[in-house]
């Protein structure tokens, strides 16, 4: 099957202004591009590319003054496949643990390990371990969490998650990275497109959509604590230690988002003629 995804965001800018982009599909979903998600800017300016240290594609720009416009149309074969649950997915001691990984066990911008480690041994530390326990982990956030856009704070961190009881996707996805570190098994924050596919209405106005991968076993697994079920069409943009290593675009002076609109589709097939 194939997605249709893409965005358009509008800003209005006082004076030349420096961005840093983190809106390109992943490079590990290159080869399912039917049509690339080429960035385009009105009006056109010079765009340069590269990779961050945690391998995301980045784009840099200095939108001009007044009104600047970033968008992207792409269609991107998936495999139809939900996110893959294997419940025997062991907890790697982390003494034993892949060097790569150990960063993500660490406290972040948003993911007060220090705060939450109290709670999270009481809470979790008496249940199973590995596969079991991320899942215990995402079904509490899932219910201690209230869903609401009117709720979304950019500043909100997992502690204040946790004591605030609500948040957007995003919020979901810190605290449970923060309840993953704390019980010794590395979470890393993931952003991209999530369409509709396989829910029922009614629908809610799209975004760009966080969830987290947990190491188990010899692997990143993909966990979704705001669905909390698996999932068909997700589509990577980036990844890191939480949502400020992965943000969408840094700005560097004063401008005003003016609009935002993003589409995650399946591409409906054609019959023969």
Known sequence: MQFRVGFEMVHECEQPTPMILQLSIHY?????????DHLV????????????LFGNWCSRLVAPAGRFSLSTDAIVNDSGAADVVVPSACQI???????????????????ETDQLSEIAWKLFSNGPTGWGRVQAICDFVHRHIEFGYPHARRTRTAWEAYKEGQGV?????????????????????????????????????????????????????????????????????????????????????????????????????????
């Open 169 to 273: 996707c995003r919020d979901y996805a810190h605290l449970a990275i923060a309840f993953c570190r704390c019980m010794n098994i590395p979470a890393r924050y993931c952003t991209g497109y999530l369409g509709d596919y396989g829910t029922s209405p009614p629908y809610g106005t799209m975004d760009f959509a966080g969830w987290f991968e947990a190491y188990l076993g010899d692997r990143w697994y993909t966990f979704d604590a705001r669905n909390n079920v698996p999932r068909v069409g997700r589509v990577l943009i980036a990844r890191g230690r939480d949502a400020s290593d992965v943000a969408l675009s840094s700005t560097f002076g004063p401008n005003e988002l003016k609009s935002f609109r993003v589409w995650a589709d399946v591409v409906e097939a054609t019959a023969p003629a």
């Open 41 to 52: 800017t009105s009006p056109s300016v010079p765009v340069t590319a590269y990779r961050d």
């Open 28 to 36: 590990s979903r290159a080869s399912d591009l039917v049509r690339p």
């Open 93 to 111: 001691p982390v003494e034993l643990l892949p060097e790569s990984t150990l960063v993500y066990l660490l406290g972040s911008r948003y993911c």
